[in-house]
């Protein structure tokens, strides 16, 4: 922590080179869950992966958990110029390319990960714009990718917030469990507050099932009335199964594309980004046809 603070103090009185902003324009997904081991991360990091795989993209992943997960899903381990939690507490406005590193995977990056992002959330309640000090830091990041992935932490903590409040658009997973189907409307109403009271024009992409057993059949219709009942419009087509390859691609750090492309859970990961284009390619039409 005192690491944290000292550098942010010591950047005062230096000045430091800017990046140059690049010519893409980037649609900034937030994947983000009040339940832990909904499979957040693992959705994270495969759907990165797929949209760089399977449609050609140039992706950042930004990692606000504080577990780290991310990286050791992609075998990443590098040493960033400065890692995200002194980003976030600079006293001067940062640039959270700082904190990117590369991966195994060809035009998909990530931030990396740092440990001590578990420090900054108590120290950011004091801070003024709080909310907005992520989507400040990921301007220029913006005009580099074609996407950026957020990991958000399982809460609605300052790290969550500024997470939901740099994002486009909002996926949120949910396992076959009537207690994760609770968080998901916590999860959407505290969207709909920074709809209303921050207007903040962030959209709900999808609320997406993971960790989907088959066998579970009386388990699983129960989930899926629940939630289409409760979000006819929100509810992604894609359902992600448990696949014990996920699991096994996460301990070699390799997405499960690169590491077994036939499996279900691979499959289904492909699936997700189609469907994630499709309906962002319908939100860019809607748009369009306001603005006219």
Not at 73 to 100: E, F
Not at 242 to 263: T, Y
Request: charged share 20%.
């Amino acid at each position: 922590m005192r690491n944290i603070l000292t550098t942010g103090l010591r950047r005062l009185t230096h000045d430091e080179p800017n990046f140059t902003p690049g010519s893409r324009e980037a649609t900034v997904l937030v994947i983000a869950a009040q339940k832990g081991g909904v499979g957040k991360t693992t959705t994270t990091v495969n759907l990165a992966s797929s949209l760089v795989a399977h449609h050609g993209q140039r992706v950042l992943v930004v990692d606000m958990d504080g577990q780290g997960h991310v990286g050791a899903c992609l075998g990443v381990h590098d040493t960033p110029n400065r890692p995200l939690s002194q980003v976030l507490l600079s006293p001067v406005k940062d640039d959270i390319l700082h904190a990117v590193v590369e991966t195994p995977v060809e035009g998909l990056h990530i931030t990396a990960p740092d440990l001590d992002l578990s420090d900054v959330e108590p120290i950011l309640s004091g801070r003024v714009g709080r909310e907005h000090i992520l989507s400040e830091a990921m301007r220029t990041a913006r005009t580099h990718y074609d996407t950026i992935v957020i990991d958000s932490p399982p809460n609605l903590g300052n790290l969550t917030l500024n997470a939901l409040m740099a994002a486009d658009e909002v996926i949120v997973p949910c396992d076959m469990s009537l207690l994760a189907v609770s968080g998901v409307a916590q999860l959407l109403s505290a969207v709909e507050t920074l709809q209303d009271r921050l207007a903040h024009a962030i959209s709900v992409l999808g609320v997406l099932r993971t960790r989907v057993d088959a066998r579970n059949i009386t388990l699983n219709e129960a989930v899926d009335e629940a939630l289409l009942s409760a979000y006819p419009h929100f509810l992604l087509e894609t359902v992600i199964p448990i696949n014990s390859a996920l699991a096994k691609a996460q301990g070699v750090g390799s997405p499960i594309h690169s590491f077994d492309p036939r499996c279900r859970g691979a499959l289904a990961y492909k699936a997700l980004s189609e469907e994630v284009m499709r309906r962002l390619e319908a939100r860019g039409r809607s748009r369009q046809r306001r603005v006219r």
